[in-house]
């Protein structure tokens, strides 16, 4: 037959890499992506820029699942989960803790899409180019698909960059240079991400000095935005159909602080397993995506979205009222749980878009919003019933009753008395 041997696999008569070099690679590559999760969490609450916002919490999903799958091959390549999950080299724990330092919106683009994901993907590319690409095609299959999504990640940060630029001074755009020629030094001290390249001298002179990040304990948006902690705070919503629709576009459109509110909890959350990180990654994500929904729903029925103040009380009373393992259990069981009852519930917001309003757009946006929140009932079900409270409900169920009394007496002093009209099981 004329058909090649491998099914289209080449260069298969090339040695290659051991197992034990195949693993510790992919460790490395693993571990900047876990601690890029850690950076763009954070400073998904620090940064003002709404479109860096929402993008950042999809980077913290994206790392998560790249994460996971490396996390998994090491596993096949005999490297124990233990083994896996500790810091490979001293030198990229010092990177990524200075990266964390980015005290810009720009050096912060500058850290991660000039430096750290360029040079993964370089590392990527050696990887395949010296694997054998015979034993290793479960790797090579896995880094080509990662390829795509990192390749996607590079041209957003690169177009944000170019875009960010054009509004700053050049003394601002000089000092993310800086802060980038420093990082890239700290990089080449480690031996670059796969350790193998020449590790030159430490030079004093590219130091660049910058203070701690400490997550704030109040939301950012940009200057196109006013915010608010209280919920449709001035805003006409009557109890007409339609304005209870244009309610829920709102509700939807209103959960990035929620989405916040869970980049605190993933950010803070210490000595958690990494299946804690990996879930609060995608409810993370999902959150994000539900606020552009609303967004996208908005949108498309021609409103503005900068008019109404833009909703901060949920990340904020997270961060002033509660403690952090309280926060996700008003968030996954006070709210997502209970979410779930039928009426009302989920599936008869769902049920209102398609039968009362008859909104096709908001209709799929809603049957998608109703699948998460079963995901992420599952969530709480798992961290806060299981792991918390040993399986015991009623137990996780009093703690959550506790949470929503926090709520209250926060929203209380907020507001004079009044009840809060942005509770009501929905965030």
Not at 83 to 101: I, T, V, W, Y
Not at 209 to 229: I, N, Q, W, Y
Request: charge should be negative; aromatic fraction near 10%.
């Amino acid at each position: 037959m004329g058909l090649s041997p491998f099914m289209e696999i080449r260069q298969w008569d090339r040695v290659g890499l051991p197992v034990g070099e195949c693993s510790r690679r992919l460790q490395r590559l693993a571990y900047l992506d876990r601690a890029c999760m850690k950076v763009e969490a954070g400073h998904m609450i620090a940064r003002p820029e709404y479109e860096v916002k929402g993008a950042l919490g999809r980077l913290v999903w994206q790392d998560a699942e790249h994460h996971n799958q490396l996390r998994g091959r090491c596993q096949q390549l005999r490297m124990s989960s233990v083994a896996f999950d500790k810091c490979p080299d001293e030198d990229l724990r010092f990177l990524m803790e200075e990266a964390l330092k980015s005290s810009s919106t720009l050096e912060l683009l500058v850290a991660l899409f000039g430096v750290i994901k360029p040079a993964q993907l370089k590392a990527i590319e050696a990887y395949r180019k010296e694997t054998q690409p015979l034993v290793d095609e479960p790797t090579l299959h896995l880094l080509a698909h990662q390829e795509m999504d990192r390749k996607k990640q590079l041209a957003w940060g690169e177009e944000a960059i170019i875009e960010l630029s054009d509004s700053l001074p050049e003394e601002t755009i000089e000092e993310a240079r800086r802060w980038g020629a420093y990082l890239e030094h700290l990089l080449s001290l480690a031996g670059g991400v796969d350790g193998k390249h020449a590790k030159p001298d430490k030079d004093p002179a590219q130091t660049v000095e910058r203070e701690d990040f400490v997550l704030p304990k109040k939301s950012a948006r940009d200057g196109r935005f006013r915010t608010s902690e209280l919920k449709f705070d001035g805003m006409h919503l009557d109890a007409t159909e339609q304005g209870r629709f244009r309610t829920m576009l709102y509700h939807r459109f209103f959960e990035m602080s929620p989405a916040e509110g869970i980049a605190r909890v993933h950010y803070l959350s210490e000595n958690k397993p990494w299946g804690f990180y990996y879930d609060t990654a995608r409810h993370l994500w999902d959150e994000v995506r539900h606020s552009w929904f609303g967004e996208a729903a908005l949108r498309a029925r021609g409103e503005d979205i900068y008019e109404a103040p833009n909703w901060v009380g949920w990340h904020d009373m997270a961060a002033n009222a509660f403690s952090v393992e309280e926060a996700y259990i008003h968030l996954t069981i006070a709210i997502e749980k209970a979410g779930m009852k039928y009426p009302p519930g989920k599936r008869e917001e769902w049920e209102f878009c398609r039968d009362v309003v008859q909104d096709p757009l908001m209709t799929t946006f809603q049957d998608f919003d109703w699948a998460d929140e079963v995901i992420h009932a599952g969530f709480g079900q798992k961290w806060i019933v299981e792991t918390v409270f040993g399986g015991d409900t009623r137990k996780a169920m009093e703690a959550a009753d506790r949470t929503v009394k926090i709520r209250q007496a926060y929203m209380d002093r907020l507001q004079g008395k009044q009840t809060d009209n942005g509770f009501a099981g929905n965030y």
